[in-house]
């Protein structure tokens, strides 16, 4: 498994890996719109100079997707600063050829 950072054009890709978490979120979150529902801006975490957003490929193919951003603390805090992980998105089908390779 390569881990890279994402591209522009990778972002097809990364839309229907948000579409696929909106739609399993679905039956618990009422509130989520029937249409065009979008958790990440993600041109925005690429342009970010504090967000890494990143693939996983498996045998050229990506699998997997996430990021980590670096946010200010509250003051209660002696850091500054700390970072956010971002959910990460898998095929489940490539999950399963993964898990099956490396058992």
């Not at 342009?47 to 951003?69: C, H, M, N, Q």
């Amino acid at each position: 498994m390569i881990l890279r950072e994402a591209t522009h054009n990778d972002l097809p890709l990364l839309r229907r890996f948000e579409q696929g978490v909106v739609e399993a979120e679905r039956p618990f979150k009422s509130g989520i719109r029937a249409e065009g529902a979008h958790y990440y801006d993600l041109e925005g975490l690429m342009a970010s100079k504090d967000t890494y957003l990143l693939v996983a490929e498996l045998d050229d193919d990506i699998v997997a997707s996430g990021y980590a951003r670096i946010d200010a603390s509250k003051p209660a805090f002696v850091h500054t600063e700390h970072s956010t992980w971002g959910s990460c998105t898998c095929r489940q089908s490539n999950a399963v050829r993964f898990e099956r390779r490396h058992h």
